[in-house]
């Protein structure tokens, strides 16, 4: 179990974005301990059942057992909690209920088979957690939290693999990239797992939410992962979602102005020192023209354009698939989801990227702003070189939580000083307290 300090809910004194306490007191609405549970599920759900070979071999069907059976347990667990069905509409939930909508529509006529239709099913759990789980979301920095928790759950067995086989977590077969080696994890999986804790972290520390320590227990192992990884895609990601997200902070933080001229000067430093080193770990011993098709992605992204398609297929899609085209994986959002929902899929997800920036960007300065910015800063570059936006994974989850920063908060009991509180229990005596004083006014008169 990881407290670090990010873990924890909410306290009634968080300093705001510039690190300063809030004079009045308030007490939001905190969650139930399950909801953590069940957004860890979720997560669970999305982690896949293809990966590298792990050092206990395990079978598909069971790995996809335990993903299916998190769902399942996430969607009763969350309908126990919200028996009443309380949500909080927003425009992300409705938007990922019409692609939902329209990937039934584009899965009813099979033309990738009957699996596209147990896909929607999954989709529609998973969209009705989601929903259910909505009734939490109230601008504050709960969701957050549980993101860092539950993704620094991953990558524990990912470390203990690292350690307990370093050969079977770094194989030749990847390249010598970290893969889970307890559970099957791909190097992009887990780049873009400890990128997103990373950038949450850091934000949380600049907006003075966690202590120094907290952070460096989350920070220093989730980045060697990290390295280890060699994932270009969620290392930028990380860096360009970071800088816009200190950006936003900068006019009212003095920690994030001096956070972003350090890390601007120890960029200047590495880039000049370590330029040959930074040069090798990015190329991962590739050639330019390997580098240049994006490690052949764009001979997959060629083809899938070029394909014949008749106008039902480029409006509505093939229905949801396994994210790949001829064989060989699409390893691109935009494209993934205009093949499998088409057109009219491809609209929606923009829309979804669209209204959450244009959210985002409307709101005042402050720290769940800035984490929301990370996230869909960070989903949007992912997106070029990485599937996900389209169907179940953890890139709608980082942009539901963005959705959940950037709700309107809900109403919170101020909760009175300790004076008031002595004012107001004298207050509040029994009438026959009152009476008895009276009857001995000798007690008064000590």
Not at 39 to 63: D, E, H, M
Not at 180 to 185: D, K, R, T
Not at 431 to 439: F, K, L, S, Y
Request: proline share 6%; net charge positive; charged share 15%.
């Amino acid at each position: 179990m990881v407290d670090v300090g990010l873990m924890r809910g909410g306290s009634p004194q968080e300093p705001d974005a510039t690190g300063a306490r809030s004079g009045t007191e308030l007490r939001p609405a905190d969650p139930p301990k399950l909801v953590g549970t069940a957004w860890g599920l979720l997560i669970l759900n999305t982690l896949g059942s293809a990966g590298a070979r792990t050092i206990v071999p395990l079978p598909r069907s069971f790995i996809q057992l335990v993903t299916m059976g998190a769902l399942v347990t996430a969607f009763v667990l969350a309908l126990t909690l919200n028996l009443r069905l309380r949500i909080r509409p927003s425009a992300y939930m409705f938007l990922l209920t019409l692609l939902l909508v329209a990937s039934v529509i584009s899965s009813a006529r099979l033309e990738s088979g009957y699996g596209s239709l147990f896909r929607c099913f999954r989709l529609l759990l998973f969209v009705s957690t989601l929903w259910l789980l909505s009734r939490w979301w109230d601008g504050s920095l709960t969701f957050v939290r549980l993101h860092i928790r539950m993704y620094f759950l991953v990558l524990v067995p990912v470390a203990a693999g690292l350690a307990v086989s370093p050969g079977a977590a770094m194989p030749g077969l990847y390249g010598g990239r970290l893969v889970g080696a307890l559970w099957p994890l791909t190097p992009p999986q887990i780049g873009q797992y400890a990128a997103v804790i990373i950038g949450l972290t850091v934000l949380l520390a600049v907006g003075r939410r966690t202590t120094k320590t907290g952070a460096a227990v989350v920070i220093v192992p989730s980045f060697v992962l990290l390295a280890l990884t060699h994932t270009r895609t969620a290392t930028l990601g990380m860096l360009v979602g970071l800088a816009l997200a200190i950006s936003s902070l900068i006019l009212t933080s003095a920690a994030a102005r001096r956070f972003f001229t350090w890390v601007v000067l120890g960029s200047l430093v590495a880039a000049i020192g370590f330029s040959s080193a930074l040069q090798t770990w990015f190329l991962r011993g590739q050639s330019q023209e390997n580098f240049a098709s994006l490690t052949g992605r764009a001979k997959v992204w060629n083809a899938l354009l070029s394909a014949p398609r008749t106008v039902s297929q480029d409006v509505f899609g093939v229905g949801l698939g396994d994210k790949s085209y001829g064989g060989l994986p699409i390893d691109d959002s935009w494209l993934a989801v205009f093949h499998e929902q088409g057109l009219l899929g491809v609209t929606l997800v923009a829309a979804i990227v669209v209204v959450l920036g244009g959210i985002a960007l409307l709101r005042p300065p402050s720290l769940p702003r800035a984490c929301a910015i990370f996230l869909i800063s960070y989903c949007v570059i992912a997106s070029y070189t990485e599937v996900g936006l389209g169907d179940a994974s953890p890139y709608l989850l980082h942009l539901a939580v963005a959705a959940s920063l950037l709700a309107a908060p809900t109403e919170a009991v101020p909760l009175p000083a300790p004076q008031d509180r002595r004012r107001r229990l004298t207050l509040s005596r029994p009438r026959e307290a009152r009476r008895t004083a009276a009857q001995r006014p000798e007690l008064e008169v000590a």
